[in-house]
Nanobody
């Protein structure tokens, strides 16, 4: 069983930056694709970014490509999401998730989820 704990959310002005962290325990971190999803109240949870354990490649949603960067430190069992040039539309609860599936953009393929971190961007 893998436990995921996010940190680093908060309130930021549009154009600013934040970094989210997610630390895992209870599993072999390096064998999981680690991802970030986000959810706005009343809407579906959507894929934001992932880093795959098989190749180390990273993938992004079109809406964040070029502004967000996902990275991982297997020695610290931690995945990060650096968010730059934040926009009001990025306001959401951000969730860290882990999967062994190759279908990393599908939330139903994820085995473990964090509790979520609120990110609020003021316009």
């Amino acid at each position: 069983q893998v436990q995921l704990v996010e940190s680093g959310g908060g309130l930021v002005q549009a154009g600013g930056s934040l970094r989210l962290s997610c630390t895992a325990s209870g599993g072999t971190f390096s064998r999981y694709t680690m991802s970030w999803f986000r959810q706005v109240l009343g809407k579906e949870r959507e894929f934001v970014a992932c880093n795959t354990w098989t190749t180390g490649n990273s993938y992004y949603a079109d809406s964040v490509e070029g502004r967000f960067t996902i990275s991982r430190d297997n020695g610290k069992n931690t995945v990060y999401l650096q968010m730059n040039s934040l926009q009001f539309e990025d306001t959401a609860v951000y969730y860290c998730a882990a999967t062994t599936s190759l279908m990393f953009a599908l939330k139903d393929k994820y085995d473990f989820w964090g509790q979520g971190a609120q990110v609020t961007v003021s316009s």
